[in-house]
Nanobody
Framework: QVQLVESGGVLVQPGGSLRLSCAVSGSIFSIAVMCWYRQVPGKQRELVAGISVWQTSYADHVKGRFTISRDNAKNTVYLQMNSLKPEDTADYYC?????????WGQGTQVTVSS
């Protein structure tokens, strides 16, 4: 059974930094396309960043501030978030895709507020 477990969500001040982690078990992590999404209550879940074996991609509103990375030895994907803004406040979800099959984590809450 594939499991994705996020961690790292906390309350942080505007301009601050935070790193989210997503630990994956139950499948071959190195071949998965891993993504981070976020969702605000009442709005659709949106893609923040993705990483495949060869490349990364980012939503326009986080380019230059967020960095997605992976450690295949630890079966973990990270989202480094810098220069955080109040509008980055959301529940952040880890998503893993193996071909046509995908799995989600339970989410971790990030609050950016002074």
């Amino acid at each position: 059974q594939v499991q994705l477990v996020e961690s790292g969500g906390v309350l942080v001040q505007p301009g601050g930094s935070l790193r989210l982690s997503c630990a994956v078990s139950g499948s071959i992590f190195s071949i998965a396309v891993m993504c981070w999404y976020r969702q605000v209550p009442g709005k659709q879940r949106e893609l923040v960043a993705g990483i495949s074996v060869w490349q990364t991609s980012y939503a326009d509103h986080v380019k230059g501030r967020f960095t997605i990375s992976r450690d295949n030895a630890k079966n973990t994907v990270y989202l480094q978030m810098n220069s955080l803004k109040p509008e980055d406040t959301a529940d952040y979800y880890c998503n893993g895709k193996w071909g046509s099959t995908e799995y989600w984590g339970q989410g971790t809450q990030v609050t950016v507020s002074s």
